[in-house]
């Protein structure tokens, strides 16, 4: 025969309390002695006794369910965020509720409805994009987390990639290679990421006292866009000797071409590209040197401070999150393989 499952009630009578303070005492609460927190907890410990997650919600006012909120419909930056932020999520016990707005924003209020009706603690808005998106904070009565699109509220808690420093460490790379003609060739200026990436690069040219070869080339985040760019590229400016790409698909665009042109990388040229999008990365020839950033660590940490701010513990701001170089045979210097 089964054995009954043991209840708090059971919890409560054999180590002499009322069911209030048993439930306290599990909940980690600070208004009961420690010798009654103790008692409470060898009694559920001799019970094999497991809280039942409803009855801690209604006890605790929480239902351990939180919201999944993306815009990106073709989910090349949003996944990685979702992914990193669900394992956050589930290590802390957490259900959750994914939806996806598609970049609407009558269908993105239909699903905050929707999460709210079913009492979610929390909220996790990712974007499809660094632009600053608006607030939906101030008309939730729940906590609110922007993860890789940030708030336009500054009183937000929102997390990014560090665009302007990890352009700086993509062209410090460079630099430290040899390279002194360094061109750039990014996407549309409407995107904060393309204009943060430049800017990142004059840093580190600045500091290195080294003068960008040409005018920034700005297009669409794509490969034809590449090769395009680097046919106008190598006719103004011969004598390049390293591109720094705002996109992998830009970069694997501009090998193509240079290749067709009698141009090597990196003997000739050297090549930068950005988001680590391995199925380009790794399969372009030579293998692409490219900015990773760390979008999974960033669900993390957004999921993270998403637990402090449930727990009235909120990080307001925009918080720069680090990136990683991942060098590749694109960079190495001529003779190194």
């Not at 019970?47 to 989910?75: C, E, H, K, M, Y």
């Not at 932020?85 to 957490?94: N, T, V």
């Not at 960008?212 to 866009?225: C, D, E, F, K, Y």
Request: net charge negative; aromatic share 4%; charged share 25%.
């Amino acid at each position: 025969m089964a054995t009954k499952r043991a209840t708090i009630s059971d919890v409560a009578s054999l180590a002499g309390v009322s069911i209030a303070t048993a439930s306290k005492a599990l909940n980690g609460r600070q208004d009961v002695r420690a010798a009654t927190r103790e008692r409470v907890l060898a009694a559920a410990a001799e019970l094999s006794f497991q809280p039942n997650a409803l009855a801690r919600g209604l006890i605790s006012g929480q239902t351990r369910t939180v919201g999944l909120l993306t815009s990106d419909s073709v989910g090349r930056f949003g996944i990685p965020v979702l992914l990193g932020a669900e394992d956050a999520f589930g290590a802390g016990e957490m259900a959750v509720l994914l939806c996806d707005a598609r970049g609407d924003a009558i269908r993105e209020q239909h699903h905050v409805r929707a999460l709210l009706s079913r009492r979610v603690d929390g909220l996790i808005v990712v974007g499809e994009s660094t632009n600053p998106r608006p607030s939906v904070s101030k008309e939730l009565p729940i906590p609110v987390v922007y993860a890789y699109g940030p708030s336009e509220d500054p009183e937000d808690v929102s997390f990014v990639p560090d665009d302007v420093g990890a352009a700086a460490m993509a062209v410090n790379h460079l630099l430290a290679m040899g390279r002194r003609r360094i061109a750039h060739i990014t996407g549309p200026t409407h995107y904060k990421a393309a204009r943060d990436r430049e800017e990142g690069l004059r840093q580190a040219l600045e500091e290195g006292g080294v003068a960008q070869a040409g005018q920034t080339l700005s297009g669409p985040w794509s490969q034809r866009w590449g090769r395009h760019a680097a046919e106008m590229l190598l006719m103004a400016e011969p004598e390049i000797d390293a591109v720094f790409c705002g996109s992998d698909q830009i970069a694997a665009g501009f090998v193509e071409a240079a290749r067709e042109r009698g141009r090597r990388v990196p003997d000739d040229i050297a090549v930068v590209g950005y988001d680590n999008w391995e199925v380009l990365s790794t399969e372009t020839r030579p293998a692409l040197t490219t900015v990773d950033m760390n979008l999974e660590l960033l669900g993390r940490t957004a999921a993270q401070h998403l637990f402090a701010a449930i727990d009235g513990k909120a990080t307001p701001g925009v918080h720069k999150m680090p990136c990683q170089l991942v060098i590749r045979d694109s960079t190495s210097p001529p003779g190194i393989s």
